[in-house]
T-cell receptor, first 117, second 112 residues
Framework: GAVVSQHPSWVICKSGTSVKIECRSLDFQATTMFWYRQFPKQSLMLMATSNEGSKATYEQGVEKDKFLINHASLTLSTLTVTSAHPEDSSFYIC?????????????FGPGTRLTVL | GEDVEQSLFLSVREGDSSVINCTYTDSSSTYLYWYKQEPGAGLQLLTYIFSNMDMKQDQRLTVLLNKKDKHLSLRIADTQTGDSAIYFCAETEYSSASKIIFGSGTRLSIRP
């Protein structure tokens, strides 16, 4: 099946620094990638949707200047958490969709755990 | 807006059947999904059902959909220790074909 990877799998950083998380579709071209955030024992909350070559669409309440998303190629999307603070600590999961099938099948990455000290 | 609800915990004895329930509010839902998340990992799609179906079976998994009551269930037969995980119910509309709305997840624990 389709494989999506994320790098790094975990990261610890100091408050005020920026962190970049990569999401790659390894064996298919992803026209659309999604970024989710998951707090402990909670569900996934969609942060933004990105289409290759265009600006990301952010969900209400998500600061686009804080969470920078770049989808420069059909196999790579990056999420940069700028000036990270402890409240940004969370599990970030990306997913990728190959086409526009009605089934809307998304393949999920393994997630990146961000801890901001 | 759309909402998907699940109970938070379920504990079953090994070998018994597990039934995880989910309700949703969006009558435009086209596809309904069950995802499995093991500790520290991403989501794995277990199965899905199209809204014009009322049942789907796949090996140990049986999905039942009551569209009138907007109720979805996942039955896992002969539950094993490897089934311990969080199970998310999710739905999407055909028109948007973009957002998947997730429930809060049900943590399934298996006791010997």
């Amino acid at each position: 099946g389709a494989v999506v990877s994320q790098h790094p799998s975990w990261v610890i950083c100091k408050s005020g620094t920026s962190v970049k998380i990569e999401c790659r579709s390894l064996d298919f071209q992803a026209t659309t990638m999604f970024w989710y955030r998951q707090f402990p024992k909670q569900s996934l909350m969609l942060m933004a949707t990105s289409n290759e070559g265009s600006k990301a669409t952010y969900e209400q309440g998500v600061e686009k200047d804080k969470f920078l998303i770049n989808h420069a190629s059909l196999t790579l999307s990056t999420l940069t958490v700028t000036s990270a603070h402890p409240e940004d600590s969370s599990f970030y999961i990306c997913s990728a969709r190959a086409g526009t099938s009605g089934r809307n099948e998304q393949f999920f990455g393994p997630g990146t755990r961000l801890t901001v000290l | 807006g759309e909402d998907v609800e699940q109970s938070l915990f379920l504990s079953v004895r090994e070998g018994d059947s597990s039934v995880i329930n989910c309700t949703y509010t969006d009558s435009s839902s086209t596809y309904l999904y069950w995802y499995k998340q093991e500790p520290g990992a991403g989501l794995q799609l277990l199965t899905y059902i199209f809204s014009n179906m009322d049942m789907k079976q796949d090996q140990r998994l049986t999905v039942l959909l009551n569209k009138k009551d907007k109720h979805l269930s996942l039955r896992i037969a002969d539950t094993q220790t490897g089934d311990s995980a969080i199970y998310f119910c999710a739905e999407t509309e055909y028109s948007s074909a973009s957002k998947i709305i997730f429930g809060s997840g049900t943590r399934l624990s298996i006791r010997p």
